[in-house]
């Protein structure tokens, strides 16, 4: 405890310290620029309509845009740049340049013109005093001008057609509307997208041009849209597909200089493999340009898309011929170069926390075309350890968790199904995946447990957004041992309430038996989890087993009865029989230049019902972790209101059920975090902030616990929660996030009364606290923060 609170007193000095220089250099930037210039505190734009105002601070220059009010990104730079002459961290303090504010003057004004006010007018008006300076741009709109008639000047009667039909599914030109230069620019691209969509192969965007006549009263104009013809041409050819090649390179190293074509064709495609390393279907599944086709060059982009997405080529190019012997014909000709085929990767991991330190050694080879199929292969090689420190000791002195796995998978780029299905590959390629794994896991002085898992998934895309995985085959044969003696006579008084308090957990533990069921998931908006925008995401999950064996056992044995310990059998072993539901919800909500506020709420439940008692013990939920409930190490959270110090009376029970005796059958999560930009260039990325808000625990609800306090109730849940609070940090390389959470606890439930709000012993009686319940629950301690590192962000 001593340590503990030397660790405070040296921690706060330097903090308060590092942000009084902070905030002194950052009110004193102008000591690191010229006597003739100035730093640029504010920038003003007025008598702009308010629905362009927050758009047109865009055209504001970035190098005399000012710091934000809270900013410390200019107080870091010129506390780098002092100390260690770095430009690496913060930004540099805007100074003023004249001609960057007339260039900021011109661009706003023009934007303005875009926006329908032709005849605007913007000034700009400096005012320094102390090098410190303020711009001011003034607008002067005129008035809007609406758009008073629409005409159409379309020789080609067929591309005139075409686009009438068309138009009113896209268009934003509408006569009554306010003029709007993006609006005439979404135009052009729809009409290019529709031309190109329909055979007109040579169509380009200058083909589409625009007259805008303003010289009329009352602020209108009148706008024609003209769709030219090709010179020396009375209209726009439309093209047909002819005959396809498909030709892949011999070797990663591209194509040589003379190319032998293969001269058989079938159902209009050549195909040439020089490399002899793909076999013709896998590949041409995903070739949508299709012969005697009008050419359509959203084709041409989905062919684009599956072809790089079968991670087996490097480069796909796609060019067209025109035909020698056919009019409006044209062939496509698809180049593929393969990238290597087979890798080896070794991984090192090591999660640490407050509380435990390990690590974790993985050998994967990777083989993306074992087949010849783009069909991708991966076997692994994975071991690990965990150890508790604070203890004293080296860090692993105590070793209490050892991993060891193999697992291997073969993915096919379609769905391997024994009837006939549609073709799926128009919004991403489906896969089916066959998977099997053997795990093997040691927890000292407590079990040993085995578990060999085989299963077959489907997964598809029913749109960008819309993701399903289907398994309808999931076999699994757990076996597992006890290294501890369960009989009364060797336990002792204070065993034997060991034993009786956690019999339970300990018999999910030393069991024999197999699951055969099927698991089902659905998420919508995946695709959009690392964008700034404000959406809805959605993941549920369904795992059910032991309802096929169940009615075979039925009819073809007697009946058992469960909660008798008597089961029914498959293969001379007991079957789960459960199901285990899961959905996760989060709302993100963009507030702009990386800003966004997410509220997330993650619930689950396994219930065993007919031939089982209790749910397999890998199916339990836990809480806490670096994407939980963040104030609380993982597995130390619950169930309920569980204490360990009551229910595990002497240190070696606490220490050998370490992080088996804390999970349940249910959890419910919650979570609230706001995201911002901390500093804009720190050592050449940027470092983000959040604050964040968890609560949540696991439960559990079936008979047969002895703990009646790690049970679910409605009535008292707000006592049952665990609530924290904590800022995090997100460092941000473009690829990965590197992210470390602070967090701390604000009530915790295994504690009763008032003395759930344990922050109230954060600022006043800590350290007395502490060494009463570190004395009573040793060797565990407690900890009111808990720091979590990872990568990627929680959710």
């Excluded at 309509?49 to 934000?68: F, G, H, T």
């Excluded at 013809?229 to 200089?257: L, M």
């Excluded at 199929?373 to 994975?382: D, L, T, Y």
Aim: proline content about 4%; some cysteine.
């Amino acid at each position: 405890m001593k340590a503990y609170a030397n660790y405070k007193k040296k921690f706060n000095f330097p903090a308060i310290l590092l942000f009084i220089l902070l905030f002194v250099t950052a009110c004193s930037s102008t000591k690191f620029i010229e006597p003739d210039q100035s730093i640029v505190k504010s920038v003003e734009i007025d008598s702009i309509p308010d629905k362009y105002k927050e758009e047109s601070l865009n055209y504001i220059q970035k190098d005399i845009r000012p710091a934000p009010k809270f900013s410390i990104n200019v107080g870091l730079y010129n506390t780098f740049y002092s100390l260690f002459k770095t430009k690496s961290v913060g930004n540099p303090a805007p100074v003023l340049d004249s001609t960057l504010v007339e260039i900021s003057r011109n661009q706003i004004e023009k934007f303005l013109i875009s926006k329908g006010y032709f005849k605007a007018k913007v000034k700009s008006e400096i005012r320094v005093d102390k090098q410190k300076a303020e711009v001011d741009f003034k607008a002067i709109t005129g008035p809007a001008f609406f758009i008073n008639k629409v005409k159409y000047d379309i020789p080609d009667t067929a591309v005139s057609k075409l686009y009438m039909d068309k138009k009113s599914l896209f268009t934003h030109l509408k006569e009554g509307m306010q003029y709007d230069d993006d609006s005439l620019a979404y135009e052009r691209e729809q009409i290019f997208t529709v031309l190109k969509g329909n055979g007109y192969y040579e169509f380009l965007r200058p083909y589409v041009r625009f007259e805008v006549d303003s010289a009329l009263n009352s602020s209108k104009a009148n706008v024609v849209l003209f769709i030219d013809t090709p010179e020396n041409r009375p209209n726009h050819v439309k093209y047909v597909i002819g005959q396809s090649n498909v030709i892949i390179a011999p070797s990663t190293e591209g194509f040589t200089d003379s190319v032998k074509l293969n001269p058989r064709t079938f159902r209009g495609i050549r195909y040439t493999d020089l490399s002899k390393r793909f076999r013709r279907n896998p590949i041409l599944r995903y070739d949508f340009i299709k012969k005697g086709e009008v050419y359509d060059v959203n084709k041409e982009n989905l062919t684009y898309d599956r072809l790089y997405e079968l991670n087996v080529f490097k480069n796909v190019k796609i060019d067209y011929v025109k035909s020698k012997d056919t009019a409006n014909t044209i062939e496509p000709v698809i180049l593929l170069t393969p990238q290597k085929r087979m890798s080896n990767r070794v991984e090192g991991e090591i999660p640490f926390n407050a509380g435990t330190i390990g690590f974790t050694l993985s050998n994967t080879y990777t083989n993306n075309n074992i087949f010849r199929g783009a069909e991708r292969f991966e076997f692994q090689v994975k071991g690990g350890l965990q150890s508790r420190v604070g203890q004293g000791g080296s860090f692993f002195n105590d070793i209490y968790q050892r991993d060891f796995s193999v697992s291997s998978s073969l993915s096919v780029p379609r769905l391997m199904v024994p009837f006939n299905i549609p073709m799926m590959g128009k919004n991403g390629i489906p896969y089916t995946t066959f998977s099997s794994s053997y795990v093997y896991a040691l927890q000292k002085d407590l079990f040993v447990r085995r578990v060999l898992l085989n299963s077959v998934s489907y997964q598809w895309v029913e749109t960008k957004s819309k993701l399903h995985s289907f398994t309808p085959l999931n076999f699994e044969y757990r076996f597992g041992s006890l290294l501890l003696d369960t009989s009364d006579t060797q336990a002792g008084q204070a065993g034997k309430l060991f034993l009786d308090s956690n019999r339970y957990t300990i018999n999910l533990l030393d069991r024999r038996l197999i699951t055969l069921g099927i698991k089902y998931a659905y998420s919508l908006n995946a695709d959009k989890l690392l964008q700034n925008k404000s959406f809805i995401y959605f993941r549920g999950t369904m795992d059910m087993a032991g309802n096929l064996l169940s009615a075979v056992t039925r009819l073809t044995d007697r009946k058992h009865n469960a909660s008798e310990g008597d089961y029914a059998r498959f293969l001379g072993l007991p079957f789960n029989q459960y199901i285990r539901p899961e959905v996760d919800i989060r709302w993100y909500k963009s507030l702009g230049e990386d800003r966004q506020f997410v509220a997330r709420i993650n619930g689950g439940v396994g219930y065993a019902y007919g031939n089982s008692t209790a749910v397999p013990f890998e199916k339990l939920f836990f809480a806490g972790g670096s994407n939980g409930v963040r104030a609380w190490q993982a597995r130390t959270l619950g169930p309920g209101k569980y204490n360990r110090a009551e229910r595990l009376p002497t240190e070696d029970a606490r220490r050998t059920l370490y992080g088996i005796d804390q999970l349940g059958q249910m959890r419910i999560e919650a979570n609230l975090e706001y995201r911002f930009r901390l500093i804009n260039n720190f050592f050449g990325a940027k470092l983000k902030g959040a604050f964040f808000l968890d609560a949540g625990n696991v439960w559990n609800i079936s008979p047969g616990n002895p703990q009646p306090e790690t049970y679910f109730d409605f009535k008292n849940l707000a006592n049952q929660l665990g609530v924290g609070t904590g800022m995090g940090f997100r460092y941000d390389v473009q690829y990965f996030v590197f992210r470390f959470d602070i967090g701390l606890k604000l009530r915790d439930p295994q504690f009763q009364g008032s003395d759930q709000w344990v922050i109230g012993k954060f600022f006043s009686g800590g350290k007395e606290f502490k060494e009463v319940y570190n004395a009573a629950n040793s060797p565990d301690t407690y900890r009111f923060l808990q720091y979590n590192f990872g990568i990627g962000l929680p959710f």
